[in-house]
């Protein structure tokens, strides 16, 4: 098998796995509600079994920095992924409130070991392939999120279990993933030395600002995800049915977003991308807050997607640059940003809505996410320098994304 052979079927089996967290993860919380009534959890007890899912997520991050120096990731994630659909699949079999504590709880420790792995492979396989491809497997994602979110939907209407709603899912993805697995591709085994040195000294002060961003990123995404309907309804005046639309829209862009968002990193760099993401999404916060109806504020929250797309997929590209020599490292510990940034939104937006205005409290993730543009030339690339047989014509402006360095 040649080399590009076997990048390519890699990079095929790295999307489908992102693919499929996208549908688990969407199966998760699109059924939050129906989750609290199948268990009778109080709505004082949700947000504890909420927080303890990225919690937990965040300390098998950190785990998987230490276990990635002994297996590869592409290790980690091959049992990760399943266990992942399988604590889902717990999540709907059980009858009493320890039963889905216990799932929930082995859901987050095997996620947080699973998206460090799979950006751990992402970054790996951009820098084989000498050109940006991170937002291509995070468009797989989104669209695993669309389809989960959608047969949740199904679910519901149908008044279908939790088990029967997930054991469908399961079923199919479960054996593909395993398939798909074979295929994984491990760029940096000759890089273990590196990795079990750390970042070095002062290796975590160079990695603060793409973890801020990260958790900005992520406080804009999880007002999204948490708020965008109460906000169209209670706000802007929207029907029930209408306010069910943007989080929609919003993946639905964010899909688009990230499927070209890898054509544009080559044709002006990732700096320019980021950037330009960071105003539309920005804008996007501006628009929302300022609406007079409910379809204004739809079109902010469409902004929103096709700003906020870029940045965490760049993120991490980022950090794999930044430390070429340790980017498994690096992406475990910034992954755990991740965790911090949904931790921190909703509780933020939430808190600052009851106490003030819902509108002012949009404006707090429209600042956050701005500091992505003071810390933009972290996301700087250097000229071409490619892996295997992928070329760059001298007439291009596109530049490479996949190993270390700085922009001259």
């Not at 059980?94 to 709880?105: I, K, Q």
């Not at 054991?167 to 395993?178: D, F, I, K, Q, S």
């Not at 409910?294 to 902004?303: H, I, S």
């Amino acid at each position: 098998m040649t080399a590009d052979v076997r990048l390519s079927r890699g990079r095929g089996a790295l999307g489908f796995s992102f693919f499929v967290q996208g549908v688990a993860f969407a199966l998760l919380v699109t059924r939050i509600p129906a989750i609290q009534d199948r268990y009778g959890i109080s709505d004082a007890l949700l947000p504890v079994f909420l927080a303890a899912v990225p919690i937990l997520a965040g300390v098998s991050s950190v785990v998987t920095e230490h276990l990635v120096k002994r297996v590869a990731p592409s290790t980690v994630l091959r049992w990760a992924q399943p266990l992942v659909l399988l604590a889902l699949l717990g999540v709907g079999a059980g009858s009493e409130m320890w039963h889905v504590a216990l799932a929930l709880g082995a859901f987050g420790l095997f996620v947080g070991a699973l998206d460090a792995s799979m950006n751990m492979l992402g970054v790996s396989l951009q820098g084989a392939y000498g050109r940006s491809i991170m937002l291509g497997f995070h468009a797989s994602y989104s669209l695993g999120g669309i389809l989960g979110a959608s047969a949740a939907w199904a679910g519901a209407h149908w008044h279908l279990s939790l088990f029967s709603s997930y054991l469908p899912a399961v079923a199919v993805l479960l054996p593909l993933a395993l398939l798909a697995s074979r295929f994984y591709v491990d760029q940096n085994a000759k890089a273990g030395a590196a990795e079990a040195k750390g970042l070095g000294p002062g290796g975590f002060k160079l990695l603060l600002p793409l973890c801020l961003v990260m958790a900005c990123a992520y406080i804009g995404d999880s007002t999204v995800s948490n708020w965008s309907a109460k906000y169209l309804q209670d706000v802007l005046g929207s029907s029930e049915q209408l306010a069910t639309v943007p989080y929609n829209v919003y993946m639905v862009t964010t899909l688009i977003g990230r499927a070209v968002g890898d054509l544009g990193v080559r044709r002006f760099g990732a700096v320019a991308v980021v950037r330009i993401g960071t105003v539309v999404a920005a804008g996007g916060f501006a628009v929302v807050a300022a609406a007079p109806g409910a379809w204004v504020g739809m079109l902010g929250f469409t902004l929103l997607g096709f700003g906020l797309c870029v940045i965490v997929p760049q993120t991490f590209a980022a950090a794999g640059r930044l430390f070429p020599g340790a980017s498994d490292t690096a992406i475990a510990r910034l992954n755990i940003f991740n965790y911090v940034g949904f931790l921190i939104g909703a509780p933020l937006v939430g808190g600052i809505g009851d106490a003030w205005s819902y509108r002012g409290a949009m404006l707090v993730p429209m600042v956050l996410v701005l500091v992505t543009l003071f810390h933009a030339r972290s996301f700087a690339t250097e000229p071409a320098r490619y892996g295997v047989r992928h070329e760059r014509r001298t007439g291009d402006r596109a530049v490479d994304v996949g190993r270390g360095g700085n922009e001259v």
